[in-house]
């Protein structure tokens, strides 16, 4: 294979990118200046030596001093310790810090298949479990709101946790909540408006 070729099979393998998107992205690349070219490929480089996932939220950060294996949100003793939002994808966090969300995240990574036997091989459920029975039985944890799409892989990834969440949120005394109405039916937290998550945000239930 040639580096067209193999950069194009690279471009597939990309989430949400088919064929004809992966051949735009190198038909892109093959007409920008060769600075740029190189730039994207040292970025790509250094992504693995100088980036950590944080172990609490399990978001991707630059290291930058020591950060005691956690990231800037999750170190940040102003935030609100007692309300976890849990979301599909690291791309959500930045939607939902802009409606003005003040607690902390846990990326989930993912959404259970409608047909999936092992949840957890899909998403970190058994991580999450790990993080609710550290922060719930240190008393910390208020609420947890699960931040899930709007779609059937989403409401079958809410129901599956929400049956391994209930009987911890009773034992441990907090919420468990999920967003309310406003986020429209088959919308993702990553493409929604940060209005329109404040206002699922308020009348999660
Ligand atoms: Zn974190």
């Keep these: 294979m040639n580096p067209i070729e193999r ?17 735009r992205f190198v038909q892109f690349l093959l007409h920008s200046q060769s600075g740029y070219r190189g730039a994207l490929a040292e970025d790509i480089k250094k992504l693995g030596a100088n980036t950590f996932q944080c172990k609490l939220c399990y978001r991707w950060s ?9 990231c800037s949100i999750c170190a ?19 939607n939902v810090e802009k409606s003005g969300f003040k607690g902390l995240y846990f990326v989930l990574g993912g959404t259970i298949p409608l047909a999936a036997d092992e949840p957890h091989k899909h998403v970190r459920l058994k991580e999450l479990v790990a993080r609710v029975e550290r922060d719930g039985s ?24 929400a049956e ?3 009987p911890m949120s009773e034992g441990m005394n907090f919420k468990l909540t999920s967003l309310g109405r406003g986020l429209s039916t088959g919308s993702e937290l990553e493409y929604a408006d940060p209005d329109t998550i404040a206002s699922a945000l308020s009348s999660r239930q």
């Design 62 to 70: 630059i290291k930058n001093g020591d950060t005691k294996g956690l």
């Design 138 to 161: 240190d008393l910390v944890l208020n609420e947890l709101i699960l931040g899930l799409s709007a779609t059937a892989e989403g409401d079958h990834t809410r129901q599956i946790l």
């Design 76 to 94: 940040n003793s102003h935030r609100e310790k007692a309300v976890i939002f849990v979301v599909e994808k690291e791309a959500d966090i930045d």
């Design 7 to 23: 950069l194009t099979e690279a471009f597939e393998k990309f989430p949400g990118i088919g064929p004809r998107q992966a051949r």
């Design 164 to 166: 391994t969440l209930r």
